[in-house]
């Protein structure tokens, strides 16, 4: 497994949490746009947020932004997804993606090459 994502859980509306992506000893992420995506129950997979390679630029969702944080630790090769201001629509099972260079679409699933595992988040009201 190249990307291991943690830190999903069960939270209440209003909370937080914070997500989080390890590359493995054979891939280094700071090499790489990084992204999260999440399921729904019953829905397809959609795009939450991306860090661009070159730095500096972030992408959103319309739904997270202002509530969700995306960054990224180089030294820790590690990927961060902070959530805030939960809300019962945010559950899903959350996605961590990554890609050498960058893609020239950051929202489509299908220009990200490795895949994380996935980590479930339960916001109930």
């Known amino acids: 497994v190249q990307l291991q994502a943690s830190g999903g859980g069960s939270v209440q509306a209003g909370g937080s949490l914070r997500l989080s992506c390890t590359g493995s000893d054979t891939y280094t992420v700071s090499y790489s746009t990084v992204g999260w995506f999440r399921r729904a129950p019953g829905k397809e997979r959609e795009f939450v947020a991306a860090?661009?390679?070159?730095?500096?630029?972030?992408y959103y969702v319309d739904s997270v932004k202002g509530r969700f944080t995306i960054s990224r630790d180089n030294a820790k090769n590690t990927i961060y997804l902070q959530m805030h201001s939960l809300n019962p629509v945010d559950t899903a099972v959350y996605y961590c993606?990554?890609?050498?260079?960058?893609?020239?679409?950051?929202?489509?699933?299908?220009?990200?090459?490795?895949w994380g595992q996935g980590t479930q988040v339960t916001v109930s009201s």
């Open positions: 860090d661009a390679w070159s730095g500096g630029r972030t």
């Open positions: 993606a990554a890609t050498l260079g960058e893609p020239s679409d950051y929202s489509s699933q299908y220009n990200y090459r490795l």
